[in-house]
């Protein structure tokens, strides 16, 4: 799977955010009045209790800690005997509320793996009851990190590290950490179980300076690799201890610059570049620093980690004009990769109508709260048009979409609308997507969206206890649908007591399955997806209004997936 926190260059917009910026610090330097003695006071609570997951006992003496931009310092209550706990006198505002205690695994209420926390937001006055935690017990991952002499390391900062989506892309953001002893050893717990990479650093070479400035050398990932594309995750389940050992690399991060220049010779009026992993799987964690680009479309990406990347480029030559695209693969090893030229060519342009097909009494969505966007099909979403918001007449137009291969989807739709078909050339390409080339003029298509929607329901039990936020995944038979941005792709988690729903799935043959080492970069895993596919539960949608319950077991490990080691 591809992890990802994308690095990006853009102007004249990185400007202007730096203008901003710079005008905000100034104000922060200047002398600030006095608060009023008239404020009103912190009236507003929050409250809840904290329970185990798995037997439903009440967890005491769980520390339960609120923080908020509202708040000069975090809040922190403890839980009663009975599980309950309050945190009174606070000031309007949006809060994290995390619960913390000895043999459990931290939780952060709102947070489901692989996604962030939305946060609790209470207004003045008010009292929020019902912010509850179910907490599962923690597990962990031990093992010895080594020089690269192989002798033991001492003082390595080792880091679990888990798979979140973050604006479409995977990022891994560290789940617990440790310092290895004398011997090297380490133990990193509080893990709830799922999938890990397990990265190791040298704090000696978190920050070196050096002739032309400060470097940050990346970390080692296991099983002892520096480029991140090639780590191997680790399996953790409820009650295992995994152990894991690998020597330290130290391999410094590299420069990658180059041009990008328009194919006509005009001068860029806009621009934009990225930098991310080409490959379809590993992960990157240490995105590149210092990202540069000036008006002449010159560019540079600093501190960039080993690896095998793909620049992506796009650009306007005129205002509100076509935009222009270009891709640029290459591998960095430790040296600078320099005078890269990418030309930039026109994309395609997609226009069409949305139409309604309302089968039930539900109530219509407003067509000009609606946006079609056409990503690529393996997630990526660089390409995708920043045009496509639909009329009021339901017509629509993409401008600017990059060659290769796409779907088409609409975003905003309320339940339990959803997409029917989309018409073009008389093709139906509601499953099989579109490939574009550039400049081509794609007209006429037809999207019609309707309120019949399947749904497929139930509940994941381990040892007959409900599963808390456990990921569910339901997946077509058929290969040719394994796309991370199909329709037929889907990915849910577990509510409080283990039930889960996934709405909208087309008629057809499908399986299912329910696991705590799995998360949303898995959409799309052809490896992972057949490996599995014995161990599913089959699952069959008759037609649009098909109601399907299931019973899931929890699988903790998966094969094919992440490295179970001892």
Known sequence: MTLTRRACGAWPIVGAVIALAAADTAADQRPQPPVSSGRPAATASIAGAVRSAAGDAPVSRARIIASSPALAQPRVTLSGADGRYAIAALPAGTYTLTAVRTGYATQTFGERRGTASGGVTVTDGQAVAGIDFALIRGSAIAGRILD????????????????????????????????????????????????YYVSASDPAFNDVGTESGAVKYAPTFFPGVS???????????????????????????????????????????????????????????????????????????????????????????????????????????????????????????????????????????????????????????FADALTGTVQADGRFVLRGLMSGDHQIIVEGLPSPWIVKSVLLRGRDLADAGIEVVEGQQLRGARITITDRASEVSGRVRDRGAPVVDAAVLVYPIAPQFWLRTHRRMRMTRTDAEGRFSVRGLPEGEYLAIASGAIGAGDLGRRELLEAIRALATPVSISGPDARVALELPLLAVLPGGPVQTR
């Open 148 to 195: 690269e002499d192989g002798t033991p390391f001492a003082g390595a900062v080792v880091e679990a590290l888990v798979a979140r989506s973050d604006s479409g892309q995977r990022t891994l953001v560290p789940a617990a950490s440790a310092r290895t002893d004398d011997r090297g050893e380490f133990r990193v717990f509080g893990l709830p179980p799922g999938q």
């Open 227 to 381: 480029a991140a594309d090639e780590a191997r995750a680790v399996a953790v389940g409820d009650g295992e201890l995994p152990r894991v050992e690998f020597r330290l690399k130290l391999v410094p991060p590299a420069r990658v610059s180059g041009r990008i220049l328009a194919s006509d010779g005009r001068p860029l009026l806009s621009g934009a570049v990225i930098l991310t992993p080409a490959a379809t799987d590993g992960a990157q964690v240490v995105p590149p620093e210092d990202v540069w680009i000036d008006p002449g479309g010159a560019f540079t990406f600093g501190h960039v980690p080993p690896g095998r990347y793909r620049i992506s480029a796009r650009g306007e030559t005129v205002a509100n004009g076509p935009a222009l695209f270009a891709t640029f693969d290459l591998i960095v090893e430790g040296r600078s990769v320099d005078n890269v030229q990418m030309t930039l060519r026109p994309g395609a342009t997609l226009d069409g109508e949305v139409t309604l097909d309302p089968e039930h009494a539900t109530r219509a969505p407003v067509l000009s709260s609606l946006r079609v966007r056409a990503p690529f099909a393996d997630g990526g979403g």
